[in-house]
């Protein structure tokens, strides 16, 4: 899934104004001039539209558990995890909004989409870990449908 099609996601679930998504990336180090952010946020095929790179999603994310989360002043901010992936995506996610396993089982089942455990349990292991399973698109696209739903 793009990653811009992930922050426009994101900033209906959040329900907050292009500034405030760059203040949530300025909490991980990131500056991002409105300008440049809301052209992130416009269509593929719309004029001035820019892709979101990974260095740019990894501190949004980074940032929006921050924001959600509160910083913890007695750890350094940890480098950024790049390549951004769906299952990365999934897990800054589940993080920023504090979700149990059961949290997230009913975020895909209210969006239509749901999942075994052992599948869900699958996308949180490490790539290379024999029961490791990539995140799809429809399934991260059909858990931010779940979660706007949801209204967190």
Request: glycine letters at 8%; proline letters at 7%; charged letters at 30%.
């Amino acid at each position: 899934m793009l990653n811009n099609d992930v922050l426009r996601s994101l900033r209906y679930i959040l329900n907050v104004s292009d500034a405030k998504l760059a203040e949530i990336a300025w909490l991980a180090g990131c500056e991002i001039p409105a300008a440049e952010m809301a052209a992130y946020l416009k269509k593929d095929d719309e004029p001035g539209y820019k892709p979101c790179g990974d260095r740019i999603m990894a501190h949004f994310l980074d940032g929006l558990v921050i924001y959600k989360r509160g910083r913890d002043e007695s750890r350094p901010i940890p480098p950024i995890e790049l390549p951004i992936t769906n299952n990365l995506v999934l897990k800054k996610l589940r993080v920023a909004f504090e979700l149990k396993e059961d949290d997230i089982h009913g975020i895909l089942a209210a969006a239509g989409f749901p999942v075994s455990k052992p599948e869900l349990s699958a996308l949180f292991r490490k790539a290379g870990h024999s029961n490791y399973r990539p995140c799809g698109d429809q399934l991260l696209r059909n858990f931010l449908k779940g979660l706007a739903l949801r209204g967190k």
